[in-house]
């Protein structure tokens, strides 16, 4: 089982672009989702999760307003729209999956990780 992301990229400043996580091998539907990224140097931190059902989400106070997780079931996917990006918005972004109602927070909760998606936001 491993989360498979897309759609990172090189953006400017004020751009915007559109994670995909596709998760096979698993019951999609039981699985809260989250998104983490990890800059050069830092520690992975936390960035949006999603119920099971998509009805409830959470988010970092750095992306709040700004980004939007979501996800379709019946294509076992997850997405991570972003907009307004912002230089410190550069790292890279990994799905997670976690077989819990709960959206944690903490990346050592999560089961299965993705290998990643470089996203680069220009100044």
């Known amino acids: 089982v491993q989360p498979v992301e897309s759609g990172g990229g090189l953006v400017q400043a004020g751009g915007s672009l559109r994670l995909s996580c596709a998760a096979s091998?698993?019951?999609?539907?039981?699985?809260?989702m989250g998104w983490f990224r990890q800059a050069p140097g830092k520690e992975r931190e936390f960035v949006a999760a999603?119920?099971?059902?998509?009805?409830?989400?959470s988010y970092a106070d750095s992306v709040q307003g700004r980004f939007t997780i979501s996800r379709d079931n019946a294509k076992n996917t997850v997405y991570l729209q972003m907009n307004s990006l912002k230089p410190e918005d550069t790292a890279v972004y990994y799905c997670?999956?976690?077989?819990?109602?709960?959206?944690?927070?903490?990346?050592?909760?999560?089961?299965?990780w993705g290998q990643g998606t470089q996203v680069t936001v220009s100044s």
């Open positions: 091998g698993l019951t999609f539907s039981r699985y809260t």
């Open positions: 997670a999956a976690d077989l819990t109602t709960i959206r944690h927070r903490m990346a050592h909760e999560y089961d299965y």
């Open positions: 999603i119920s099971l059902s998509g009805s409830s989400t």
